[in-house]
């Protein structure tokens, strides 16, 4: 039940920080080692590049997973819209492994693009938060995501569920087969500190309604900006607001807004800014000021080492590879919010079903 939340949704965006410790508790033991079964591991090792596919928000976990595998274990991954791969199916390396990503296990689109693999005798991996879906029993071996059910059609612990599974079987695979990265990961500690994040995110969720409610209310669209990692999270950022709040957003790699869409910026239109990546936070400085130039109107959103004096929302400094788990919270929380405040029903958005059981 929701207790004595308004909205299931925000029951799961709080639940978080509970899905990481029991994530951490479930599969890593007490030295902070991954505990995935080795026929598991084996498959994962035997494998020359992974492909994962996946729709929605599972896609973008997906994006996620992709910088994971590649930083943590070397293999070469691919990330691809379970719904384009089923009928174009992407030209495979000697050893392919498939990954579905999916909480709910049943989405049509990815459940074509198992049953070519198994055709063609591809070994695939589900993550799934439903461990007797259809994607688990048909694929060679899954894994459960553990997040609890989901009930709100906007996807949150699943994903934050889903990249930490990522980041587990990353370490464990690149432990395998021999990568230095893997075996430096403190995923225990990351875990802790991710999981305090988030819980330092929801106890400020009154400043990220205001913030809402000044910047995103009034507006028809807005957009999120982030380069490295906070790419893909920009991408599932923007998903999260538009699918509930039906305000038109946009996620962008920082800079391509210059190459096109920037003819977009208004004044006043919002645009929310991650920085969480060392390498590029000072470009990120200049994309915010090229689009306040133009008249927009931009939150920023920074971790702790890279924060300057007038950020909106600071972060808690963790491994810029999880920050993804922390930043994702706030993204959720004004989706929420801008549903919530337009009067919208949050956990059932028009035209949506929790799962989409046709192609
Ligand atoms: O159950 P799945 O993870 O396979 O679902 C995939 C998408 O349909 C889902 O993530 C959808 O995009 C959510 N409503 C997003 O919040």
Known sequence: SKGTYEFY????????????RHLEQFYLDQNGEPQIKAKIIDMLAAADRLYIFAAGTSYHAGLVGKVLFEKFAGVPTEVGFASEAGYHFPMMSKHPLFIFLSQSGETADSRVVLQEAIKRNIP???????????LAREATASLSLEAGPEIA????????????????????????????NARAFD??????????GAEQV??????????????LLPSRNAFYIGRGIDYPLALEAALKLKEVSYIQTEGF???????GTISLIEKGTPVIALINDPLTADLMRGNIQEVIAR???????????????????????????LTPL?????????????????????DKPRNLAKSVTVE
């Open 9 to 20: 949704m925000l029951k799961e965006i709080c639940e978080q920080p509970g899905v990481l």
């Open 124 to 134: 695939s991996l589900t993550l799934t938060n439903v461990p007797n879906s259809t």
């Open 153 to 180: 059609v906007a996807s949150t612990k699943a994903y934050t569920a889903q990249i930490a599974l990522e980041a587990i079987l990353a370490k464990a695979l690149g432990e395998k087969i021999g990568n230095e």
């Open 187 to 196: 995923l225990k500690t990351a875990f802790a500190l991710a999981a305090e």
């Open 202 to 215: 929801i106890s400020s969720k009154e400043k990220i309604e205001q913030l809402a409610q000044k910047f």
């Open 253 to 259: 790699a920082a800079a391509e807004l210059k190459h």
């Open 295 to 321: 008249g927009a109107s931009v939150i920023t959103i920074a971790s702790k080492k890279l924060a300057v004096d007038d950020d909106d929302i600071v972060l808690p400094e963790i491994n810029y590879y």
């Open 326 to 346: 922390v930043s994702v919270v706030v993204a959720q929380l004004f989706a929420y919010y801008a549903s919530k405040d337009k009067g919208l029903d949050v």
